[in-house]
């Protein structure tokens, strides 16, 4: 006999009938601990006298449940999120998967294919902390901003500032039809700004520190910022300096609040030949040098034996001279051989 899988309240109901059939217990009593009717009671007694305390157990126990979702659909859900939504959380990705791709899927379903796929932690695997707070009761006191707005602005292949605007009051209307609640008081809290427009481009704009190497340059997004060597410039090596970069692109560096000047040096840019090629004043620049250059007189390249003060001798380069078939030599040799027989 092979082993019979039973639940944990199939087996005290078990227990308690059984104390029934040994007359231990009575019938209104097993009805009442076990939360039934007498006449549940009665048939489940029926069915242990015919079939045994295994004829207890539920029949659906081992099988698949009638409301299970298919393999395939299961496996094409989790592909649409691998694909389309690996960054979304369940609740988002089940709503998306609703609204864009026409398949309905729970939460908490979809959260654990997405945790069996590896495309969601569970909450102790993310560990994150949330300190509770009061709701605030007033307009203008807290502005709300769900990390949602960059995923459908995504979704819609929104890469621009024009598109993101127009895109806004549709997504405001939707967001706070949903999750929007009335304040508890109904004052606006807002304040007028009473700033110059200068100065909240400098508070709108993404404040950084870099570091200044010895040859008065830092890094700045793949870019090298060459500071123009001043007065105060030579005393930044080694320090800190800020960059403000604004909204339309502009980039300020400042020491103490002072705008320093300086210079881009891209190192990705390549200059290629056809951008040379393409400039229609090379010809004209190339043109006037050449014409410069032929006005000038010829310049005198000095060798390196006349930089170095050598004087040549009037021998010829090549192999040494033979001294022993030499004229002059042979004259000199005979000379002082004639004088010596002389003497003697």
């Not at 560990?127 to 979704?155: C, N, W």
């Not at 929104?158 to 009051?169: Q, S, T, V, Y």
Request: aromatic share 6%; proline share 3%; with cysteine.
């Amino acid at each position: 006999m092979g082993l019979i899988a039973m639940s944990e309240r199939d087996l005290q109901r078990i227990e308690i009938l059984s104390k029934v059939i040994a007359g231990h217990m009575t019938m209104v009593s097993a009805a009442h601990v076990l939360d039934l009717s007498e006449r549940q009671v009665r048939r489940l007694l029926e069915r242990i006298r015919t079939g045994g305390a295994a004829s207890i157990r539920h029949k659906a126990i081992g099988r698949p449940s009638n409301n299970r979702i298919s393999d395939g659909v299961r496996d094409y859900a989790v592909t649409l999120v691998g694909e389309r939504y690996a960054d979304f959380g369940p609740t988002l990705a089940a709503e998306k998967l609703s609204e864009r791709d026409g398949l309905r899927v729970s939460r908490e379903t979809l959260r654990g294919w997405m945790t069996g796929a590896g495309l969601w932690l569970s909450r102790k695997q993310r560990r994150t902390f949330h300190q509770p707070r009061l709701r605030r009761e007033a307009y203008g006191e807290l502005v709300q901003i769900d990390d949602r707005l960059v995923k459908e602005l995504r979704l819609a292949d929104i890469c621009d500032m024009e598109a993101g605007n127009a895109f806004l009051p549709d997504f405001i209307e939707h967001y706070n039809a949903r999750f929007a609640l009335a304040p508890t008081r109904s004052d606006n809290l807002h304040r007028p700004m009473n700033l110059a427009s200068d100065r909240l481009k400098e508070i709108l704009c993404k404040r950084e520190q870099r570091y200044v190497g010895s040859q008065l340059t830092f890094s700045f997004e793949r870019q090298r910022i060459m500071l123009e060597e001043t007065e105060v410039t030579r005393g930044l090596v080694g320090r800190y300096v800020e960059t403000y970069a604004y909204a339309d692109g502009r980039l300020d560096v400042r020491w103490k609040g002072h705008s320093l000047p300086y210079k881009t040096f891209d190192k990705d840019q390549r200059v290629t030949h056809a951008a040379i090629t393409e400039n229609k004043r090379l010809g004209d620049v190339l043109a006037y040098i050449k014409e410069r250059q032929e006005q000038l007189p010829a310049p005198k390249v000095r060798t390196n034996s006349e930089k170095n003060g050598y004087t040549p001798r009037g021998r010829k380069p090549g192999r040494k001279t033979d001294f022993m078939n030499d004229p002059a030599v042979i004259a000199r040799r005979r000379q002082a051989l004639s004088g010596l027989d002389a003497a003697e």
